[in-house]
């Protein structure tokens, strides 16, 4: 890391159906602990509708299982919705690498990107926790 330069975090979080889903991370007391002890650049965004493994290969590989019935339809909500959520996987995936890209082209490249600014329309499922 370079001297004087502090670090960047930026985090993506859930919001959506699943069996651990007791509250959003507004209103998770070790969430808002976690990120008042933080220092420096900072983002936490949510994805409506995302599950854990939303933002994994899972995202793509539990839907292709699904569409081809290897997961047999009758066992799909109990196996894929829990993992990656209602999302719709292609925009699920758009959207995991506009701000990802976002992140390390402005931390990396040194280009500013106004994604990180707060909610964009091309980006709707996107929610904004702390920043």
């Not at 493994?53 to 339809?73: C, G, K």
């Amino acid at each position: 890391m370079t001297a004087g330069v502090p670090p960047a975090k930026s985090w993506l979080w859930r919001i959506g159906p699943g069996p651990h889903d007791r509250h959003g991370p507004h209103d998770d007391p070790t969430l808002q602990e976690f990120l008042a002890g933080l220092t420096g650049w900072q983002r936490c965004l949510t994805m409506t509708d995302s599950g854990h493994y939303t933002y994994t290969d899972d995202e793509e590989f539990l839907s292709q299982l699904a569409d081809a019935r290897v997961i047999p339809p009758h066992l799909a909500s109990q196996v894929v919705i829990p993992a990656i959520g209602t999302i719709d996987p292609a925009r699920a995936i758009t959207t995991e690498r506009a701000y990802i890209a976002a992140f390390f082209d402005q931390h990396l490249r040194n280009r500013p990107r106004s994604l990180l600014n707060g909610p964009s329309p091309l980006y709707p499922a996107i929610q904004f926790i702390s920043s």
